[in-house]
């Protein structure tokens, strides 16, 4: 039967997965670029070196993003829900979102696909900013029943 636990393995699952991809994507970038190359004249047009910086630049968020995500996974798994510190890692990932965002956006001036990357990265970083200030409310309303008698 599925529950909570299981639940939270599966995430951190697809956290490590999505770890493992990123890594592969970033050792595996040149072949992947030099393949876009060969199959897009606007990719070519723009030059490889552009796709590099905007991949590898891309990484740095995206690896912060992963990390705070997995921070949060734990401590929810050890009980620890409505905590400021799990509001932090929700405002990190946001910013890692946003991060993210403005490579990509920067990115569609040379070719216009990035801005599909771009605005999802915007919106989930919203999504994550929303639920971020929800959970500081839920820890500021547990605080407040903790204290009183």
Request: aromatic share 10%; net charge positive; glycine share 4%.
């Amino acid at each position: 039967m599925w529950n909570d636990t299981k639940s939270l393995a599966l995430s951190k699952i697809c956290v490590a997965l999505f770890m493992a991809l990123l890594i592969v994507c970033t050792v595996l970038a040149p072949r992947l670029v030099a393949t876009l190359m060969r199959l897009s004249i606007q990719a070519e047009l723009a030059g490889a070196a552009l796709f590099m910086c905007t991949i590898y630049s891309g990484c740095i968020p995206a690896a912060a993003l992963l990390i705070f995500l997995y921070i949060l996974l734990r401590r929810i798994g050890a009980g620890h829900v409505f905590v400021n510190e799990n509001t932090a890692c929700l405002r990190y990932i946001s910013w890692c979102c946003f991060a993210g965002a403005a490579i990509t956006l920067a990115s569609a001036l040379y070719y216009l696909p990035w801005l599909a990357i771009g605005v999802s990265a915007a919106f989930v970083g919203l999504i994550v900013r929303v639920v971020k200030n929800v959970v500081a409310k839920a820890v500021s309303l547990q605080d407040d029943a903790d204290f009183t008698i």
